[in-house]
C-alpha cells in the first residue's frame, strides 16, 4: 500500500503570509495527489485535484504542483477563513490513503 | 443541488452491526465512484472503501472481511453495513461521490458511529 506523510504537521501563519505544505507519497503516484481542507465539525473540501488543478469554486490564491512522489500546497495569501487543517490524497490506487494532516492556525 | 445525505450511525455494542445509508440528490450514485471515509475523534481522515461505477468495490485492511459497500441504484443510495464492530471503528463515517480521478468532491455532513459497551 502507498503511504502518504505530510509537513509540517502544524504551522503558524499570519493574514496576508505565503504558506507552503508538502506532502510525499511511498512510491511514484504520477498526478493523482488531491488536497482538502477541514474546518472543526465540517466534511472536508476539496481543493486541488490531479495534483495542480483548482476544484470550482475554490479562490485562486491557493495552488497545488508536483508529480511523481512529491507535491506541494501553496496559499498565496492566507486569509482568515483559509485557518483550518489541510490533508493529501492519493486516488492512484487504493486504498486511497490520505496524509496525516497539517493544521494552520493564527500566529 | 447535489447533495449526500448520511444515517444510520449510533451507539453500538463491540461484535454488533449497523448499517449506514447515504442518500443521493442531484447526482447518480450508479454513474460515479463512490466512497466512505471516516474519521476517529480528533483524529486525521482515513479511506474505508469505494465502489465504482461498474461494480467493483475496494476496501482498507481495516475493514476488511467486515464491511460491505454497496449500492441500490433504484433509490440512488449508498450504503455501507458493518459487521463484526470493534472500538477502533468508532468515528464519523463520511460518504463521498469522486470525479474522473477518484478524489472525493462531494461529501455528505457525516454521521458518527460509537462502538462501545
Known amino acids: 500500500d502507498i503511504q502518504m506523510t505530510q509537513s509540517p504537521s502544524s504551522l503558524s501563519a499570519s493574514v496576508g503570509d505565503r504558506v507552503t505544505i508538502t506532502c510525499r507519497a511511498s512510491?511514484?503516484?504520477?498526478?493523482?495527489l488531491n488536497w482538502y481542507q477541514q474546518k472543526p465539525g465540517k466534511a472536508p473540501k476539496l481543493l486541488i485535484y490531479?495534483?495542480?488543478s483548482l476544484q470550482s469554486g475554490v479562490p485562486s490564491r491557493f495552488s497545488g504542483s508536483g508529480s511523481g512522489t512529491d507535491f506541494t500546497l501553496t496559499i498565496s495569501s492566507l486569509q482568515p477563513e483559509d485557518f483550518a487543517t489541510y490533508y493529501c490524497?492519493?486516488?492512484?490506487?487504493?486504498?486511497?490513503?490520505f496524509g496525516p494532516g497539517t493544521k494552520v492556525d493564527i500566529k | 443541488e447535489v447533495q449526500l445525505v448520511e444515517s444510520g450511525g449510533g451507539l453500538v455494542q463491540p461484535g454488533g452491526s449497523l448499517r449506514l445509508s447515504c442518500a443521493a440528490s442531484?447526482?447518480?450514485?450508479?454513474?460515479?465512484?463512490m466512497s466512505w471515509v471516516r474519521q476517529a475523534p480528533g483524529k486525521g481522515l482515513e479511506w474505508v472503501s469505494v465502489?465504482?461505477?461498474?461494480?467493483?468495490?475496494y476496501y482498507a485492511d481495516s475493514v476488511k472481511g467486515r464491511f460491505t459497500i454497496s449500492r441500490d441504484n433504484s433509490k440512488n443510495t449508498l450504503y455501507l453495513q458493518m459487521n463484526s464492530l470493534r472500538a477502533e471503528d468508532t468515528a464519523v463515517y463520511y460518504c463521498?461521490?469522486?470525479?474522473?480521478?477518484?478524489?472525493?468532491?462531494?461529501w455528505g455532513q457525516g454521521t458518527m458511529v460509537t462502538v462501545s459497551s
Open positions: 512510491q511514484s503516484i504520477s498526478s493523482y
Open positions: 465502489i465504482y461505477s461498474g461494480g467493483s468495490t
Open positions: 463521498a461521490g469522486c470525479n474522473a480521478v477518484a478524489a472525493p468532491d462531494i
Open positions: 490524497q492519493q486516488s492512484y490506487s487504493t486504498p486511497g490513503a
Open positions: 490531479a495534483a495542480s
Open positions: 442531484g447526482f447518480t450514485v450508479s454513474s460515479n465512484y
